[in-house]
C-alpha cells in the first residue's frame, strides 16, 4: 500500500485480556517500529525491528510486551493480561534503507483498557 | 534517559507571529536531525529534516537552525497559521535508531 496501515484504529477491551495490534509497513521497508504513546505524551520506544536481524526489544515494558515480525512484512505487537496502564495510541513506523526521509508513521491504534 | 530533550512543552502563538522550538541531544553518533508534524488523531509526519553538515535549512515558511556545537536546533515557523496548530516532535537518528523529544504542543489564536 502506499502508506503504513494499522489495525484496529481503536480498541476497547477488558482488563486482563490478550490484545493484537497489526501493523502493515511501507512495500520495500526492510525496517519497523513500535511506540507508545500516552495521552499528551511523547513517543516512548517499543521494539525495532531491521531486516532479518534479531530486534531491538529494550523499550518493551515488560514481559507481557512482544512483537513478531516475518521478514519484511506485517508486524504484530501482543500484550498480555491488559492493565489500564496499558491505554495509549500505539504508533507503528516503518523507513527503507535507501533514506531515512521516508520514515513513515501509520496513524496508530488506540487501545483503551477498562 | 531521554536522549533528545525538547522545550517548550506547549506554546501559543499569535496568527502570523513567530513559533519557536527548541531541540538539545548529547551523542554526537547523531547524524539526522527531523522535525515531525502531529495532528489529533492522525501519526506524525515528517515535516523537515536537516543533516549535520549545514547550519540552516529552509521550507517555505519552516526553518531548521543548527548548532553543532552547541548540540542544539530549532524549528522556527514564520508567519504562524491557525492550520499549524498541531504537536511537533524533534528527533535524532543514528543509522536507523531514531530518539524522539517530548513534543510541543503548538496552538497559533487567529
Known sequence: GAGVSQSPSNKVTEKGKDVELRCDPISGHTALYWYRQRLGQGLEFLIYFQGNSAPDKSGLPSDRFSAERTGESVSTLTIQRTQQEDSAVYLCASSSHRGRDGYTFGSGTRLTVV | ?110
Not at chain 2, 26 to 47: M, S, V
Not at chain 2, 77 to 83: E, K, L, R, T, V
Request: charged letters at 15%.
Open chain 2, 1 to 110: 534517559q531521554q536522549q533528545v530533550k525538547q522545550s517548550p512543552q506547549s506554546l501559543i502563538v499569535q496568527k502570523g507571529g513567530i513559533s519557536i522550538i527548541n531541540c538539545a541531544y548529547e551523542n554526537t553518533a547523531f547524524d539526522y536531525f527531523p522535525w515531525y508534524q502531529q495532528f489529533p488523531g492522525k501519526g506524525p509526519a515528517l515535516l523537515i529534516a536537516i543533516r549535520p553538515d549545514v547550519s540552516e535549512k529552509k521550507e517555505g515558511r519552516f526553518t531548521i537552525s543548527f548548532n553543532k556545537s552547541a548540540k542544539q536546533f530549532s524549528l522556527h515557523i514564520m508567519d504562524s497559521q491557525p492550520g499549524d496548530s498541531a504537536t511537533y516532535f524533534c528527533a535524532a537518528a543514528t543509522g536507523n535508531q531514531f530518539y524522539f523529544g517530548t513534543g510541543t504542543s503548538l496552538t497559533v489564536i487567529p
